[in-house]
């Protein structure tokens, strides 16, 4: 599991873009800049959609006063999804950047990917949020249930970068 201090691997998600679908590096993305990345372990999933996406919406002013370049939003969902999810959510219109994992490239490459098939989840990412500076994890946390939505909410990571 990717740990603080080092880099972001070398991996491509997915976006809508105004022709379709688009590749774009996460190295590319955090390059030279400070984002927050948060993962959900799905797109419509209820923490997901009432706790944890609304939490940085409510915070995203607080993020750029703190110098945070974008706030992303992470998923093992398809581009289709994400981009009906972040309009659904108000998202999109925050200013949050949806993206897809849809074959779970980072997700995996930063050992955050499970399994809970009696849920119908397969291949998804773990609830984190972490600050990225330039590439290099600042700060990333966990939740430890499933469900539970506080340390990796806005709030939650907001405190951490102190």
Known sequence: M?????????????QMGPAGPEPISIADLTKGRKVAIF????????T???A???SFIRTKDQFAAKG???????????????AAWGKETGATQAGITMLADAE????????MRFDA??????????????LVEDGEVKILQMEQGPGVCELTAGEGLLEAMG
Do not use: Q
Request: proline share 9%; net charge negative; hydrophobic share 45%.
């Open 68 to 82: 945070v370049d974008d706030i992303i939003c992470v998923s093992v969902n398809d581009p289709f999804v994400m």
């Open 52 to 54: 944890h996406v609304p």
């Open 117 to 130: 098939a009696p849920a119908g989840l397969i291949s998804r990412s773990l609830r984190y949020a972490m």
């Open 2 to 14: 990717i740990s603080v201090g080092e880099k972001l691997p070398k991996a491509n998600l997915v």
């Open 39 to 46: 993962a959900v372990p799905g797109a419509y999933t209820p």
């Open 104 to 111: 779970c490239s980072l997700t995996e490459a930063i050992g």
């Open 48 to 50: 997901c959609s009432s």
